[in-house]
């Protein structure tokens, strides 16, 4: 790439020099988790060495030192979304944390019987599972936009939903699929839900570290994204919502940081964003995050689609040359997931003889059981790709893919 030194980016992942089985590791699962670069690493022993402290609650010099970090880390998060406030960016465990908490809260305060959310054919377990049991709680509908052979969302059937009843109270979907790559039109979609005043939840695990994000021009009410999967440490997360949402829901969690004052008789509640932050968080995390951004960040996002875009196509024309081998996941907007599976084999015999190779790639149904039915296939093996691949890399899987199917059928 002209735009991307990959070869001085890899030096920076130190995890990339180990050699897998005797073979160089080729890593293939960064949709799963990123690797870290040394800046990141650099960071959480910085934490531990300089800066460990709870925070929030001390008057003395590490615990303020500490909160400085933390609070410093929220500001760059702001601004890497382009949020309006700060306190509209909420700390999470990550990104099933962000839309557990919504769905219990927004839930508990706008979610009736007989009302409806609505979800798509392509969600994560994640952005299923609490809608279910929210649902299931509320006596209320999940309704889900169904998709084409390609894996891309019906749009007039998406249409049909919002107009079926007056009673939805939420669209939560994902911008970027994790099983199949789809990158789907979330600004039409928002801005369909808007015109029925009804908010819209992105689950951008797979968006934020493959494309620029800006929620203000998005208009998107929540988004929530995981830290580890941006480069940054396990443990992070980040919910956003926009503040007039937030001020009317009721804390998802009790405890400490989250009050402003409490008797037996009655609590009052502390303002954004510390009411949604019960407890004491991982602290290294959520200052360790915006490491990971920083590092993103020097590259440039715009760089990074472009590089790994490049890639995708060419690894995913070579794939199909392969007899036998269907590519799951066809859509004309993609962004770097190839998943697919072989005549006569299974995904997971596939995924451990590329393990031997020294290759690791994901198999099985990547948390989108319905996703996989609707397909008709146990699971897929995925190979996701970021900006420290190489088109070496995908030559080699390529190549793998043939060694392995030779071996099985
Ligand atoms: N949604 C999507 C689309 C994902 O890919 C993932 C992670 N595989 C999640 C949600 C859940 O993220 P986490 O496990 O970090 O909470």
């Known amino acids: 790439s002209i735009l991307l030194d990959v070869e001085k980016i890899r030096k920076d992942f130190p995890i990339l020099s180990l050699t897998v089985n005797g073979k160089p590791l080729v890593y293939l699962d960064n949709a799963a988790t990123s690797q870290k670069p040394n800046s990141v690493i650099k960071a959480i022993e910085h934490y531990y060495t300089h800066q460990n402290s709870n925070i929030h609650r001390g008057v003395h010099f590490l615990s303020q030192r500490a909160t400085e970090a933390y609070e410093v880390s929220r500001k760059k998060v702001a601004k890497f979304i382009n949020a309006a406030h700060d306190h509209e960016c909420l700390f999470t465990k990550g990104t099933t944390d962000g839309i557990n908490l919504v769905a219990f ?191 993103l960040n020097e590259l440039g996002i715009e760089a990074v689609a472009q590089y790994e875009h490049e890639l995708l196509e060419y690894v995913t024309a070579k794939l199909q040359e392969i007899p036998g081998l269907r590519v799951i996941g066809t859509a004309d907007q993609k962004a770097s997931v190839v998943s697919f599976i072989v005549e006569g084999t299974h995904p997971s015999d596939i995924g451990v003889l590329l393990d031997k190779m020294g290759i690791a790639v994901r198999t099985g149904h990547h948390c989108t059981q319905p996703l996989m039915e609707f397909f008709g296939i146990p699971g897929t093996v995925r190979a996701s790709l970021a900006f420290c691949n190489t088109k070496q890399e995908m030559d080699q899987l390529v190549d793998g893919v043939k060694r392995a199917v030779a071996m099985l059928v």
């Open 105 to 295: 809260s927004y839930g508990k305060q706008f979610v009736k019987p007989g009302d409806t959310i609505i979800i798509s054919a392509m969600e994560h377990h994640s952005n299923i599972v609490p809608w279910q049991i929210l649902c299931e709680d509320r006596g209320a509908n999940l309704k889900v936009i169904p998709i084409n052979e390609k894996g891309e969302l019906l749009i007039e059937e998406y249409k049909k939903l919002l107009n079926e009843d007056n009673n939805v109270k939420l669209v939560s979907v994902c911008w970027i699929s994790n099983s199949l790559g789809t990158v789907n039109p979330v600004k039409e979609i928002i801005a369909l839900a808007h015109e029925k005043g009804i908010p819209v939840l992105l689950d951008a695990a797979q968006a934020v570290q493959h494309v620029a994000v800006d929620v203000q021009d998005l208009d998107v009410d929540f988004l929530a994204f995981s830290g580890h999967k941006l480069y940054g440490p396990t443990g992070s997360g980040i919910l956003y919502g926009k503040e007039k949402w937030l001020n009317q829901m009721p804390p998802y969690q009790g405890g400490g940081d989250m009050i402003k004052h409490v008797t037996f008789a009655k609590t009052t509640y502390n303002e954004l964003p510390f009411k949604f932050e019960a407890g004491t968080p991982n602290i290294e995390a959520g200052i360790c995050i915006s490491a990971g951004l920083d590092y």
